[in-house]
């Protein structure tokens, strides 16, 4: 009953109850977003809706209209007001979207509607979040919002498609309320804003060649790699392997923290310092090019300070099923096999020829040198450093396999047992490494 006549009733009854509650904040908010930021007051654009249906989305605008000398939009940092920040961060630019309710355009609760040129994009099974109508709030926004990856928040978009209820809708209310209260999970690490949805690899790929025949060329990422090393030049490969057959990405840059190696050229490419490729790339995103986790860690940190977005690359010829969760930053290379329910932290690498088998978890900032072999029900922490050849063997549902943080495996290594942390373990099988 619910589902068929029940959600709809109880979409009007709340939404007519809150607008008669907060018609006077709309009017005040109206007021400000006309003083701050002028003409138009309203953000509209076109969002699929139930069974992908346009509609026409309104919130209250956030951004200034600032272009570069070029003519050119700026990056959403650069448009982001102060005010415009506080909007998004109590969530009160969404409150034009219960006119959206009210028309029966959207509902409360439900999937988040995205971009159109998002739809072709989606795997089949993240389609199905268009198998309801959009919410102002809903699952994924409760249990991460902008700070979970794309494939996570679909994740949860379909698991509501198949369980949603008056309880469940009731519950996502309530946690929205108090999610906006203590202003969590507002922004993805790294971002202004959302980074844009380019598909999950290697959709990305077939989706700009499909636009390429249609004659739409879409624009290279401008990408700075952070490093100035030998990985940072196999990064660079990896980047322009991402290239076939449609262009994606653009390399601009490196950027060394070593003053007497910036305005060197590397691979036919200038080496710059953090600030100077800021102020010279202000669109590109920047991805680590240095393997040991401390550093990259460090490196990354100082780039985020700078105001850099960070970009993702994963090789075309990476397999991988559709249970894996991969987080920001992340770079993995040619040859990688990812079987089944893997999470990857952020900024972690994985070097050619590695393979993880099922329910693996792996801490941010993790490195595999090439030829790792990860077996099921391995948990890493953060910063786990694993040499080339090395064997984890698997552990089990009870007793997983546990690296601890900073723990290094060395080279040709076969671990059998959990590493505590910051031991370095040698050898096969493993053992902690005895320096005299």
């Known amino acids: 009953m619910y589902k068929q006549f029940g959600k709809r009733l109880f979409d009007i009854l709340f939404t007519v109850l809150a607008l008669c509650v907060v018609a006077a904040i709309i009017g005040v908010i109206a007021l400000f977003v006309r003083v701050n930021l002028g003409r138009p007051i309203f953000f509209s654009q076109k969002r699929p809706g139930l069974n992908e249906k346009p509609f026409i989305l309104l919130k209250f605008r956030t951004m200034t209209a600032a272009y570069d000398a070029q003519g050119n939009v700026?990056?959403?940092?650069?448009?982001?007001?102060?005010?415009?920040?506080?909007?998004?961060?109590?969530?009160?630019?969404?409150?034009?979207?219960?006119?959206?309710?009210?028309?029966?355009?959207?509902s409360l609760v439900g999937p988040r509607p995205l971009l159109l040129e998002y739809l072709d994009r989606y795997t089949p099974e993240q389609a199905r979040r268009h198998e309801v109508k959009p919410g102002i709030t809903g699952w994924a926004q409760v249990n991460g919002r902008n700070a979970i990856t794309?494939?996570?928040?679909?994740?949860?978009?379909?698991?509501?498609v198949d369980n949603y209820s008056l309880a469940l809708d009731l519950k996502i209310l309530w946690m929205t309320l108090l999610k906006v209260i203590i202003r969590e999970d507002i922004n993805h690490p790294g971002q202004a804003t959302m980074p844009a949805f380019r598909g999950s690899d290697p959709r990305v790929s077939s989706y700009l060649l499909k636009l390429s025949r249609k004659g739409v060329i879409m624009p290279a990422k401008e990408i700075v790699i952070y490093g100035g090393g030998g990985f940072a030049r196999e990064v660079a490969w990896l980047v322009e392997s991402c290239n076939e057959p449609v262009k994606q990405y653009e390399i601009v840059c490196f950027v060394d923290d070593e003053e007497s190696n910036q305005g060197t050229i590397l691979n036919g490419i200038s080496v710059l310092g953090l600030e100077q490729a800021r102020r010279s790339f202000p669109q590109a995103n920047i991805?680590?090019?240095?393997?040991?986790?401390?550093?990259?860690?460090?490196?990354?940190?100082?780039?985020q300070e700078a105001?850099?977005?960070?970009?993702?690359?994963?090789?075309?010829?990476?397999?991988?099923?559709?249970?894996?969760?991969?987080?920001?930053?992340?770079?993995?290379?040619?040859?990688?096999?990812?079987?089944?329910?893997?999470?990857?932290?952020e900024h972690i690498q994985?070097?050619?020829?590695?393979?993880?088998?099922?329910?693996?978890?792996?801490?941010?900032?993790?490195?595999?040198?090439?030829?790792?072999h990860v077996s099921g029900w391995v948990f890493f922490g953060k910063r786990v450093y694993v040499g080339t050849g090395a064997v984890i063997i698997n552990g089990t549902k009870e007793s997983p396999i546990i690296l601890g943080d900073d723990a290094v495996i060395g080279a040709g290594a076969c671990v059998t047992k959990s590493v505590p942390e910051g031991v370095t373990v040698?050898?096969?099988p493993a053992k902690p490494l005895i320096r005299g």
């Open 74 to 106: 700026r990056s959403d940092v650069e448009r982001l007001t102060s005010f415009g920040r506080f909007l998004r961060t109590t969530s009160l630019d969404e409150l034009p979207e219960l006119f959206n309710v009210l028309r029966g355009e959207m």
């Open 150 to 160: 794309w494939e996570k928040k679909f994740n949860y978009d379909v698991w509501y």
């Open 287 to 303: 991805v680590g090019g240095v393997g040991s986790p401390q550093t990259r860690m460090r490196m990354m940190n100082k780039a």
């Open 350 to 372: 994985i070097n050619l020829d590695c393979t993880i088998g099922h329910d693996v978890i792996m801490g941010d900032f993790t490195t595999l040198a090439p030829g790792v």
């Open 307 to 345: 105001g850099f977005c960070f970009e993702t690359i994963i090789h075309p010829r990476v397999e991988r099923s559709k249970t894996i969760e991969i987080g920001i930053g992340a770079v993995i290379c040619a040859g990688n096999i990812l079987t089944v329910n893997i999470t990857l932290g």
């Open 426 to 428: 040698v050898g096969v």
